[in-house]
Nanobody, 117 residues
Framework: EVQLQASGGGLVQAGGSLRLSCTAS????????IGWFRQAPGKEREGVSC????????YYADSVKGRFTISSDNAKNTMYLQMNSLKPDDTAVYYC??????????WGKGTLVTVSS
């Protein structure tokens, strides 16, 4: 069973930093995409960033470009999201998700990020 465990959320002041981690288990393939989504109160869930395991290509939402960095440690099956220069608008529950070439997707439980002004 594929499982994703997210951690690293918390309360931080505007301008501060946090690093989220997402550890994946239950699969052996090294061909997958993994990324972060977030959902703020009263808003729809949106994509934040993702990384392809095959070539380490990355995607960032415009709202986080230049501030967030996604990376992965394949040996640990862990993906990280370094979030710098955080803004109150970044406040949300952050979810990690993985997608395999066969179309299967798996979500982890969210981790709350709160940025105070």
């Amino acid at each position: 069973e594929v499982q994703l465990q997210a951690s690293g959320g918390g309360l931080v002041q505007a301008g501060g930093s946090l690093r989220l981690s997402c550890t994946a288990s239950g699969f052996t393939t090294d061909d997958y995409a993994i990324g972060w989504f977030r959902q703020a109160p009263g808003k729809e869930r949106e994509g934040v960033s993702c990384i392809e395991s095959s070539d380490d290509s990355t995607y960032y939402a415009d709202s986080v470009k230049g501030r967030f960095t996604i990376s992965s440690d394949n040996a640990k099956n862990t993906m990280y999201l370094q979030m710098n220069s955080l803004k109150p608008d970044d406040t949300a529950v952050y979810y990690c998700k993985t997608r395999f070439p066969n179309g299967m997707e798996y979500w982890g439980k969210g981790t709350l990020v709160t940025v105070s002004s």
